[in-house]
């Protein structure tokens, strides 16, 4: 049997464009202001809705924490909305996207959503990462005519890749070939001991499926919440002791929680 070849990354030419700008986006400790005592909405860089804990590919992926769900559950198009308005309101200018462990394109709501998020976020852009098992070109057409601004789509087959690669977008569009991390058994990891910065606090702000807000998107077991969107604000979890002195440390490098000592992950 031949041995297999990784197919390359295919990029558009908006995509190429944007690219630079678009990884700088997000925090480092490069850019960051030390003396920084609390997080504001502003402040944010990327927003992650998990619309459901539902992927059309959980049977044949299990190593995804998906696969291991039983119970189906359904984000609460009340809670979406209402966290879209408040980074509306807070002059979020970062990323919102739909996905989590969910396959986004799923679910009916999503054309609904983006095009919300676009007259209520108008600062913010809109991205979509999907496994592009759904996806054609009257998809894309459409997302084009939602507001969608960013399409990257992992593939995980050398013949839906191929297929994949020949879709025309107006906006930046990716698709990359991809194989799932082990990221079910990170509770499992031994501690690192790591002294390393991380910013997911910023940089990957994840509101499952239920609503609540754990502290990034590899703690799939929800372990570490910082919140409860449907019954608090955004604003006030960004500003609870909890999420302070957690953002406070990880900035520092200082990885206190359980989960964070056992990540080698700078998000």
């Excluded at 769900?69 to 984000?75: A, F, T």
């Excluded at 999907?130 to 939602?146: C, E, F, K, R």
């Excluded at 910013?199 to 239920?210: L, M, P």
């Excluded at 919140?227 to 957690?246: A, M, P, R, V, Y």
């Amino acid at each position: 049997m031949p041995e297999f070849v990784k197919p390359p990354d295919f990029k558009n030419n908006h995509y190429k464009k944007i690219e630079k700008d678009y990884l700088g986006f997000f925090a480092t400790t490069a850019n960051w202001p030390p003396d920084k005592d609390r997080i504001e909405i502003s402040d944010l860089r990327h927003v992650f809705f998990e619309l459901s804990n539902l992927c059309n590919y959980a049977s044949i992926h299990p190593r995804c924490p998906v696969s291991w769900q039983k119970k189906k559950v359904i984000l609460s198009s009340k809670v979406v909305k209402s966290v879209i308005d408040q980074l509306g309101k807070g002059n979020f200018q970062g990323y919102i996207a739909f996905h989590r462990y969910n396959e986004p394109t799923n679910d009916p709501r999503l054309f609904e959503f983006i095009s919300y998020a676009k007259t209520h976020a108008p600062t913010a852009k809109i991205r979509l990462l999907t496994n592009g098992s759904y996806l054609n070109q009257t998809m894309v057409d459409d997302l084009d005519a939602a507001g969608l601004d960013i399409l990257e789509v992992s593939s995980y087959f050398p013949k839906e890749h191929q297929r994949l690669i020949k879709l025309k977008a107006k906006f930046p569009y990716k698709v990359f070939y991809s194989i799932l991390d082990n990221r079910k058994s990170i509770y499992l990891t031994d501690k690192l001991n790591l002294v390393k910065p991380c910013f997911a606090h910023i940089n990957d702000v994840t509101i499952n499926c239920e609503g609540k807000m754990p502290i990034c998107c590899l703690d799939w077991k929800n372990k570490v919440v910082f919140g409860d969107l449907k019954k608090n604000s955004l604003e006030s979890i960004l500003h609870s002791h909890f999420f302070t002195q957690t953002f406070r440390a990880l900035t520092k490098g200082k990885r206190n929680l359980d989960i964070c000592s056992r990540c080698d992950w700078s998000r």
